[in-house]
T-cell receptor
Framework: KQEVTQIPAALSVPEGENLVLNCSFT??????LQWFRQDPGKGLTSLLL?????REQTSGRLNASLDKSSGRSTLYIAASQPGDSATYLC????????????FGQGTELSVKP | GAVVSQHPSRVICKSGTSVKIECRSL??????MFWYRQFPKQSLMLMAT?????????EQGVEKDKFLINHASLTLSTLTVTSAHPEDSSFYIC???????????FGDGTRLSIL
């Protein structure tokens, strides 16, 4: 059974700081891993998708890495801004789960001005 | 980027009413659509997976007669909550993808409140 864990559950940082969100998964047989952002009362916005053959993806101030063998991914946010405040979700699409996304519990990020 | 439209965004209705939620992929063909439920301060719980032209596959514990899913075309899936009761109140989110190696794109969700 695939289990996805995100640490920390909540994080508060001052504006301008660089930060790292962590995601771990138990079954390394994956198609891909996705990072999402969710604002309160809203749906999910896809931030980055890393295929199982890739080690990282970058988009603007965001960089996501994937170490499939150790079952870990990190989301690095550079020069954080108050507008980055949201819940960040990591989700894994695995072979043994028929490609369904298995979500972590999320990290609630607050960036203080 | 890929867009998924979900309607309505909010529904308030009386107990016993049936409610239909639509999920449309606007600029790609969604061979697979997913329906999730999310409780406050919790992550998403997958309810069912639907492939175009096939019957939906429900997750364990989800009543298929309660939550009717139709995926009649490559751009539209619907979730009907039949005879809704207060315990069905929740945030329902759909997603869609074109194939297994592509990302899932999510709708904005539907807040369902049953009085």
């Amino acid at each position: 059974k695939q289990e996805v864990t995100q640490i920390p559950a909540a994080l508060s940082v001052p504006e301008g700081e660089n930060l790292v969100l962590n995601c771990s998964f138990t079954d390394s047989a994956i198609y891909n891993l996705q990072w999402f952002r969710q604002d309160p009362g809203k749906g999910l916005t896809s931030l980055l998708l890393i295929q199982s053959s890739q080690r990282e993806q970058t988009s603007g101030r965001l960089n996501a890495s994937l170490d499939k063998s150790s079952g870990r991914s990190t989301l690095y946010i550079a020069a954080s801004q108050p507008g980055d405040s949201a819940t960040y979700l990591c989700a894994v699409s695995g072979y043994n789960q028929g490609g369904k996304l298995i979500f972590g519990q999320g990290t609630e990020l607050s960036v203080k001005p | 980027g890929a867009v998924v439209s979900q309607h309505p965004s909010r529904v308030i209705c009386k107990s016993g009413t049936s409610v239909k939620i639509e999920c449309r992929s606007l600029d790609f063909q969604a061979t697979t659509m997913f329906w999730y439920r999310q409780f406050p301060k919790q992550s998403l719980m997958l309810m069912a997976t639907s492939n175009e032209g096939s019957k939906a596959t429900y997750e364990q514990g989800v009543e298929k007669d309660k939550f009717l899913i139709n995926h009649a075309s490559l751009t539209l899936s619907t979730l009907t909550v039949t005879s809704a009761h207060p315990e069905d109140s929740s945030f329902y989110i759909c997603s869609a993808r074109s194939d297994r190696n592509q990302p899932q794109h999510f709708g904005d969700g539907t807040r369902l409140s049953i009085l």
